[in-house]
T-cell receptor, first 114, second 111 residues
Framework: EAQVTQNPRYLITVTGKKLTVTCSQNMNHEYMSWYRQDPGLGLRQIYYSMNVEVTDKGDVPEGYKVSRKEKRNFPLILESPSPNQTSLYFC?????????????FGEGSRLTVL | QKEVEQDPGPLSVPEGAIVSLNCTYSNSAFQYFMWYRQYSRKGPELLMYTYSSGNKEDGRFTAQVDKSSKYISLFIRDSQPSDSATYLCATISGGYNKLIFGAGTRLAVHP
């Protein structure tokens, strides 16, 4: 089954404790991206990657890091989480060359930073 | 001003009603418009995609773009309880698949 898998789905942590949210896709997609979803603000892009070893900032990259060492994986790293990073996070992927705006999303990771 | 504005609702309608969901956008250069549907505790999934102006129909769903007024709409005919979800409008800004989303409208269709 074609899918984007995120882990963990739910996480409660404390300020300053480094964490990683993993994302893996099995569709051989070149493009991957991370979004955060907050009430009233919709989905905002954090980082994206056009291919292996190619990453770039989205609209709200502060406090986040990413890496793309393999095509299928695109982890999101919070080096020192703060309460304003409490949010619902989505990883998404799509094939290169398409321009229909079709992103395939994971099921989301709900993060609470105390 | 946000690039894509969407009324968050919630919108509650009886089964069988016609639903109209709307967004406005600010940049006349936008040409690709999408509607995503997001069920509770799930990720968004693409529902419909349109290019430039005009209508596109898919079963009970019709997407409409009016570039002169920078207005995009999604109509749902004969709405069903299974249509209860959050609907997000989106457009592509600049680079490849860089989507800008509206805040989403929560729809509840009650039997």
């Amino acid at each position: 089954e074609a899918q984007v898998t995120q882990n963990p789905r739910y996480l409660i942590t404390v300020t300053g404790k480094k964490l990683t949210v993993t994302c893996s896709q099995n569709m051989n997609h070149e493009y991957m991206s991370w979004y955060r979803q907050d009430p009233g603000l919709g989905l905002r892009q954090i980082y994206y990657s056009m291919n292996v070893e190619v990453t770039d900032k989205g609209d709200v990259p502060e406090g986040y890091k990413v890496s793309r060492k393999e095509k299928r994986n695109f982890p999101l790293i919070l080096e020192s989480p703060s309460p304003n990073q409490t949010s619902l996070y989505f990883c998404a992927s799509s094939r290169q060359g398409g321009n229909t705006g079709e992103l395939f999303f994971g099921e989301g990771s709900r993060l609470t930073v105390l | 001003q946000k690039e894509v504005e969407q009324d968050p609702g919630p919108l509650s309608v009886p089964e069988g009603a016609i639903v109209s969901l709307n967004c406005t956008y600010s940049n006349s250069a936008f040409q690709y418009f999408m509607w995503y549907r997001q069920y509770s505790r799930k990720g968004p999934e693409l529902l419909m995609y349109t290019y430039s102006s005009g209508n596109k129909e898919d079963g009970r769903f019709t997407a409409q773009v009016d570039k002169s007024s920078k207005y995009i709409s999604l109509f749902i005919r004969d709405s069903q309880p299974s249509d209860s979800a959050t609907y997000l409008c989106a457009t592509i800004s600049g680079g490849y698949n860089k989507l800008i989303f509206g805040a989403g409208t929560r729809l509840a269709v009650h039997p």
